[in-house]
């Protein structure tokens, strides 16, 4: 390490004492991370602790991971240097029942089994939490009849997964069991730690497991138990609602009409000073006269319905009464705190209006013990309908892949991030706008662009070069910034929606294609998640990163079988997210999600990882060339995009594990490949053997055309593993050879194949340009180099990136229109020309 390595938190970010990130290394630049520590320009150290997130095939450091407590910090950057940290007492203290937490502020007692997470929180000497307690409600239909049937969350497993003295992580398995026993919906949380915070961050993922025909989710949350004092008007429950406002209130509202109340009392009150007629010149007779009559409020619920409109209900102490509605608002920004004047608890929700419907509520305020209800999906709204949108297919009319019908949410999952803030007394505005900003925009920090680009340790990429290529990184500002308006000007909210785009655009009726078949949500198809993510790296933007975060989110989960007949695949584009009969790997492979991962560190990404680093079998059990082939092959592989996403996946378990096994199936794959006539040009159908890895020859045929092989992300994942190899010749060779073949014309294909291809259906040359330019640069052909930027070029002024035209839609609000627009299109093309940037970019 010759210099250090800045990091910066990214701006609209909350710049949190205490914060995670990644930090990527050259091949054999180190080989262990203990002696580092974040520093500020003065040379002030601060306290770091630091793991290995992935290592190069020399076993020198890939990625790292540090945590640090950057209290006292000035600005937001700071330094990774080489030293000798102090060290430090790790935060957790593992126990046969469970886990004893201390961070200097905050003291928790955690549950290995039984059906609370938490025993308690202990702050300022005073106990915030006595249980956190994951629920589900599901509503069985029976013709007009619904019933609505309670599970609880059970541990059936807790895991230290890290523990240090600035951070530890605690996973927490198990399922939801109701008073039969029978179970639904597994839970996956995490809580985590950091040294000197009071705030506990919990990632909460639930996978569904049920028939979607038989079970409707009615509720899903995760419950927390306060405890309460104080006299009920001295209790209080604040939201935070649209804008900065908060909506504050205490149970009882200390204003009477008969008999009168000292009229400095109710403003006291809601100042939140702790009131005690005494001080005032109300007798105490008289309050104890008003407070007969003053109602008492026991339970309040925001509930976001839409993404745009909450509001605030509640209702007293009787639960035959209704609640009665108070405030209405636009987007509220998902914070709610129950306290009196010496303690509180606060429970923040990240997403809260973008993945509606959603709910905060406190119930039995009045009680010894309050419960605080995290609402993934509230009992006010409709159940969850995750059936099919038909009952037949529509592959001819709609590009839905096949007449086949294999809807099903079985074995997704969907992760929601949650955190706890404990209080010493009612919290004033300034902590609540500091608690919402933790929960909706957590620290990121990151190394520089130049930093990301050195490492090489994310494959190819370009960093911007504005006075050189204009017209280029217009065309590439110009395709962002319509999709990060096309988001909110087409509301893509919703628990299950937030994070993905949509497929096509109809131009006839001005909206997307949301309702035909494979045109609706895009699902990962033609990796819009590798464009976005190197848009970051070259940017290092803070809305572009928020918008691949968001999409690797929802992709990750929604659109990936996490357990069951498609373990490890995951569903091609369609109306509802798992409504292709195409399950396949290229939706599912880990490359679409490692930029968020080695960045942030997030570890429920490692949790998908593992889960689809065996998709080979998936593919074993649903053959992606099934209705193409019917002999005695195990299975069946596309070099792309189905191999090439096995390898994916197969790259990313021996990066994070040291998995020789799943290198070793790389290998073989690449030495079966170049046994074919044309080698990588082959095929690009071909047999698969899942134990192995063996790709087995079976002549010249592409089912969906050639293009399939390299357009949903192949050129990325091989360019890396080519890097990566100890001897890479054969593989590189194989990629110039048939980035070198791709813009061939019909009659020199047939004549360089000897008359194997017949040279058509080499389709779409602008999702092939990263191939030719690979090809251009390892043979230094200027010709090749010079057609290829021809190709992108042509297709600025061909395609999409036209004026916008306003137009409305039919709920009467305008939109700007690209007329015309496919993500397909705009996803290959900017991914194409950032790695073309980089390997022809003097040619350009």
């Given at each position: 390490?010759?210099?250090?390595?800045?990091?910066?938190?990214?701006?609209?970010?909350?710049?949190?004492?205490?914060?995670?990130?990644?930090?990527?290394?050259?091949?054999?630049?180190?080989?262990?991370?203990?002696?580092?520590?974040?520093?500020?320009?003065?040379?002030?150290?601060?306290?770091?602790?630091?793991?290995?997130?992935?290592?190069?095939?020399?076993?020198?450091?890939?990625?790292?991971?540090?945590?640090?407590?950057?209290?006292?910090?000035?600005?937001?950057?700071?330094?990774?240097?080489?030293?000798?940290?102090?060290?430090?007492?790790?935060?957790?203290?593992?126990?046969?029942?469970?886990?004893?937490?201390?961070t200097g502020c905050l003291r928790a007692k955690l549950s290995k089994r039984g059906r609370s997470l938490i025993e308690s929180l202990?702050?300022?000497?005073?106990?915030?939490?006595?249980?956190?307690?994951?629920?589900?409600?599901?509503?069985?239909?029976?013709?007009?009849?619904?019933?609505?049937?309670?599970f609880t969350g059970e541990i059936g497993s807790a895991v230290l997964e890290e523990n240090g003295g600035v951070r530890c992580v605690i996973r927490f398995k198990g399922t939801h069991h109701n008073e039969q026993g029978?179970?639904?919906?597994?839970?996956?949380?995490?809580?985590?730690?950091?040294?000197?915070?009071?705030?506990?961050?919990?990632?909460?993922?639930?996978?569904?497991?049920?028939?979607?025909?038989?079970?409707?989710?009615?509720?899903?949350?995760?419950?927390?138990?306060?405890?309460?004092?104080?006299?009920?008007?001295?209790?209080?429950?604040?939201?935070?609602?649209?804008?900065?406002?908060?909506?504050?209130?205490?149970?009882?509202?200390?204003?009477?009409?008969?008999?009168?109340?000292?009229?400095?009392?109710?403003?006291?009150?809601?100042?939140?000073?702790?009131?005690?007629?005494?001080?005032?010149?109300?007798?105490?007779?008289?309050?104890?006269?008003?407070?007969?009559n003053i109602t008492l409020w026991d339970s309040y619920s925001l509930y976001q319905d839409s993404s745009e409109h909450f509001c605030v209900s509640k209702r007293t102490?009787?639960?035959?009464?209704?609640?009665?509605?108070?405030?209405?608002?636009?987007?509220?920004?998902?914070?709610?705190?129950?306290?009196?004047?010496?303690?509180?608890?606060?429970?923040?929700?990240?997403?809260?209006?973008?993945?509606?419907?959603?709910?905060?509520?406190?119930?039995?305020?009045?009680?010894?013990?309050?419960?605080?209800?995290?609402?993934?999906?509230?009992?006010?709204?409709?159940?969850?309908?995750?059936?099919?949108?038909?009952?037949?297919?529509?592959?001819?009319?709609?590009?839905?892949?096949?007449?086949?019908?294999r809807s099903t949410p079985y074995g997704t999952a969907n992760t929601n991030e949650i955190t706890l803030f404990s209080?010493?007394?009612?919290?004033?505005?300034?902590?609540?706008?500091?608690?919402?900003?933790?929960?909706?925009?957590?620290?990121?920090?990151?190394?520089?662009?130049?930093?990301?680009?050195?490492a090489g340790a994310f494959g190819v990429w370009s960093l911007p070069v504005p006075d050189k290529t204009p017209e280029l990184e217009a065309a590439l500002d110009t395709a962002l910034a319509f999709y990060l308006k096309e988001v909110e000007a087409r509301k893509w909210y919703g628990l299950f929606d937030y994070g993905d785009f949509m497929h096509t655009y109809d131009d006839v009726r001005h909206m997307w294609k949301y309702d035909m078949g494979g045109y609706a949500w895009q699902n990962t198809e033609l990796v819009p998640t590798l464009w976005l993510w190197l848009a970051f790296l070259r940017s290092g933007r803070e809305d572009v990163f928020s918008l691949a975060e968001a999409m690797a989110r929802h992709c990750s989960e929604v659109d990936v079988y996490h357990f069951g007949e498609y373990k490890g695949l995951g569903s091609r584009h369609n109306v509802a997210h798992w409504g292709c009969a195409c399950k396949e790997a290229r939706i599912a492979m880990a490359f679409h999600h490692r930029f968020l991962y080695y960045i942030t560190g997030n570890?429920?990404?490692?949790?998908?990882?593992?889960?689809?680093?065996?998709?080979?079998?998936?593919?074993?059990?649903?053959?992606?060339?099934?209705?193409?082939?019917?002999?005695?092959?195990?299975?069946?592989?596309?070099?792309?995009?189905?191999?090439?996403?096995?390898?994916?996946?197969?790259?990313?378990?021996?990066e994070r594990h040291g998995n020789t096994q799943a290198r070793d199936k790389i290998l073989k794959g690449i030495e079966t490949i170049a046994k074919a006539p044309l080698r990588l040009i082959s095929g690009s159908d071909f047999g698969f053997d899942p134990d192995t890895g063996e790709m087995i020859y079976i002549g010249e045929s592409a089912a969906g055309g050639s293009h399939m092989a390299i357009c949903m992300g192949a050129p990325s994942v091989w360019f890396e593993i080519a890097e990566a190899l100890d001897d890479p010749a054969l593989f590189e060779d194989m990629l110039a050879e048939y980035g070198a073949f791709y813009l061939l014309s019909p009659e020199e294909k047939r004549k360089k194949s000897g008359e194997l291809i017949s040279g058509e259906g080499w389709?779409?040359?602008?999702?092939?340009?990263?191939m030719c330019a690979y090809s251009a640069k390892r043979r230094g052909d200027a010709e090749l180099a010079k057609k290829v930027w021809a190709i992108l070029r042509e297709d600025i002024r061909q395609f999409h990136f036209m004026p916008q035209k306003l137009v409305k839609q039919p709920s009467a609000f305008a939109v700007q229109e690209q007329p015309h627009i496919s993500t397909n299109f705009v996803a290959q093309w900017c991914l194409n020309v950032i790695m073309c940037l980089d390997l022809i970019g003097a040619y350009v």
């Open positions: 390490m010759s210099k250090d390595i800045e990091i910066r938190y990214l701006e609209h970010r909350h710049t949190s004492q205490s914060a995670t990130w990644g930090v990527p290394w050259k091949r054999g630049e180190r080989f262990g991370v203990d002696n580092l520590h974040a520093a500020d320009a003065q040379g002030r150290l601060f306290p770091t602790q630091s793991s290995v997130r992935a290592t190069w095939p020399d076993g020198s450091v890939k990625w790292s991971l540090h945590s640090a407590d950057l209290d006292g910090l000035q600005g937001e950057t700071f330094l990774l240097s080489e030293g000798t940290p102090a060290p430090l007492a790790p935060l957790c203290r593992e126990t046969e029942d469970g886990f004893a937490v201390d202990s702050y300022a000497e005073q106990i915030t939490c006595t249980g956190a307690v994951p629920m589900v409600l599901l509503e069985h239909r029976n013709g007009n009849q619904a019933i609505t049937e309670s029978e179970t639904a919906l597994p839970f996956v949380i995490r809580l985590y730690f950091y040294q000197n915070s009071a705030d506990v961050r919990i990632s909460h993922t639930f996978l569904f497991d049920r028939d979607p025909k038989q079970d409707f989710i009615k509720g899903i949350g995760l419950r927390f138990l306060s405890p309460m004092e104080n006299e009920p008007y001295n209790r209080h429950v604040l939201f935070s609602g649209d804008g900065g406002g908060v909506f504050h209130e205490a149970l009882q509202l200390l204003t009477s009409w008969r008999p009168r109340l000292d009229p400095r009392i109710y403003p006291d009150q809601m100042a939140g000073k702790e009131i005690a007629f005494r001080d005032y010149s109300t007798g105490e007779a008289d309050a104890a006269e008003a407070l007969k102490c009787c639960e035959e009464c209704t609640y009665i509605r108070g405030v209405h608002g636009h987007r509220a920004s998902g914070l709610l705190c129950a306290a009196t004047p010496r303690r509180g608890l606060g429970v923040g929700m990240r997403d809260f209006w973008q993945k509606y419907p959603s709910a905060l509520s406190a119930e039995r305020l009045s009680h010894d013990t309050t419960e605080l209800t995290a609402w993934l999906w509230p009992p006010q709204a409709q159940a969850a309908d995750l059936r099919h949108y038909d009952d037949q297919a529509h592959a001819g009319a709609y590009y839905e892949g096949f007449d086949e019908i209080y010493a007394g009612i919290p004033d505005e300034t902590e609540i706008a500091r608690c919402v900003a933790y929960t909706q925009k957590p620290p990121v920090l990151v190394c520089t662009p130049e930093t990301m680009k050195e570890e429920r990404l490692g949790d998908v990882f593992d889960d689809v680093a065996d998709a080979e079998y998936g593919i074993q059990r649903l053959d992606p060339l099934r209705l193409f082939y019917d002999d005695t092959m195990k299975t069946h592989a596309r070099t792309g995009p189905d191999w090439s996403s096995l390898c994916s996946n197969w790259f990313t378990a021996w389709s779409f040359p602008f999702m092939a340009a990263a």
